[in-house]
């Protein structure tokens, strides 16, 4: 496989990932939004779940840097996708 192949490759990969994922993080945004300031469990539950989109966020950005680096004619696209999302970023 070339190195272009590859690299549209794992930027086809690193999207398909992201997809589910942005998914999930829109439905926590709006169910924390219907929810309010309501039941404490849920509203845990859901910060939980904004961890690990966070969490697997970062892994899948660190893993497509990775293998987007040491090409020397990689298109650098896989390295300038942006994985966050401003409503969740600073959620821990």
Same mark, same amino acid.
């Given at each position: 496989?070339h190195?272009?192949?590859?690299?549209?490759?794992?930027a086809?990969?690193?999207?398909?990932? !992201?997809?589910?994922?942005?998914?999930?993080?829109?439905?926590?945004?709006y169910?924390?939004?219907?929810?309010?300031?309501?039941?404490?469990?849920?509203?845990?539950?859901?910060?939980?779940?904004?961890?690990?989109?966070?969490?697997?966020?970062?892994?899948?950005?660190?893993?497509?840097?990775?293998?987007?680096?040491? !090409?020397?004619?990689?298109?650098?696209?896989?390295?300038?996708?942006?994985?966050?999302?401003?409503e969740?970023?600073?959620?821990?």
């Open positions: 496989m190195d272009s192949e590859l690299d549209h490759s794992m086809e990969l690193v999207h398909d990932l !992201r997809q589910p994922l942005s998914t999930i993080e829109n439905s926590v945004y169910l924390k939004i219907l929810l309010g300031s309501g039941p404490a469990d849920a509203l845990e539950q859901l910060r939980l779940i904004e961890q690990q989109i966070n969490c697997a966020a970062r892994s899948l950005a660190a893993a497509a840097r990775v293998l987007g680096t040491g !090409r020397p004619h990689s298109t650098g696209a896989i390295d300038s996708l942006d994985l966050t999302k401003p969740t970023a600073g959620v821990t």
